[in-house]
């Protein structure tokens, strides 16, 4: 994740506009985010917006917890006549407030006034079991189930952690990335649903993850 902060500040692709003397061509708008939000995750650190614009920008965020880098701040556009694509990087403070937070980035380009909005999720990147909404729906598996897998994205160094006896992680630490964790179970002989919970936890912000175990089927 670090290596993105040796990037170019901007990345500049001029566009001949066609212009003559007696003609004038403006603009400013979003790219990314464009007629919705940036989206990010509660532990997430950094992010990128680009935008196009002819004229000499500044660029603020108003939260505390989105920080634009000084240096991705403004820019004086020494060119007449063309329009700039522009990068700049956003950094998250991890959302450890267990609710959704909201703030704007405020461009403002010449005559340019404009808005990107930017939500910070309350909870990791966890796509087996199911997020639906807010909520992470549980992993269901049969009595005899021997193994099924966790999978998910932390933007930091992560812990997998529980205290249920009828099941191991292959797994139970690691670093930013993509993952898929295995988990192996115990079978299930006693006459009832079983449940554990595991904890995983990214830069602070903890997620409970919900394994429900299936009671045999009665014969």
């Known amino acids: 994740m670090k290596k993105l902060l040796f990037l170019p500040l901007l990345a500049l692709l001029l566009l001949p506009l066609g212009c003559n003397k007696e003609t004038e061509y403006h603009r400013a708008r979003f790219l990314r985010p464009d007629n919705v939000a940036l989206y990010v995750y509660a532990d997430q650190?950094?992010?990128?917006?680009?935008?196009?614009?002819?004229e000499?920008?500044?660029?603020?965020s108003l939260a505390e917890w989105c920080v634009i880098p000084e240096e991705h701040?403004?820019?004086?556009?020494?060119?007449?006549?063309?329009?700039?694509?522009?990068?700049?990087?956003?950094?998250?403070?991890?959302?450890?407030?267990?609710?959704?937070?909201?703030?704007?980035?405020?461009?403002?380009?010449?005559?340019?006034?404009i808005?990107?909005?930017?939500i910070q999720l309350p909870f990791l990147c966890v796509t087996n079991p199911v997020q639906f909404g807010e909520v992470l729906l549980p992993l269901n598996v049969g009595a005899d189930t021997e193994q099924a897998t966790l999978v998910f994205t932390v933007f930091a160094p992560w812990t997998l952690t529980t205290d249920c006896e009828w099941?191991?992680?292959?797994?139970?630490?690691?670093?930013?990335?993509?993952w898929n964790v295995v988990v192996s179970f115990q079978p299930n002989t006693t006459s009832e649903d079983r449940t554990a919970t595991l904890t995983l936890t990214s830069r602070g912000v903890s997620e409970a993850i919900t394994i429900v175990q299936a009671k045999p089927v009665e014969e």
Do not use: K, M
Not at 115 to 118: K, R, T, Y
């Open 115 to 118: 808005d990107a909005n930017v």
């Open 56 to 60: 000499s920008y500044t660029l603020s």
């Open 45 to 54: 650190e950094w992010d990128s917006v680009s935008f196009e614009t002819t």
């Open 167 to 178: 099941l191991t992680l292959a797994t139970a630490a690691g670093r930013a990335g993509d």
């Open 73 to 113: 701040q403004s820019l004086t556009i020494p060119y007449s006549n063309a329009l700039v694509c522009c990068y700049a990087w956003l950094h998250f403070d991890a959302n450890t407030t267990g609710e959704q937070r909201h703030t704007f980035l405020h461009l403002d380009a010449g005559e340019y006034s």
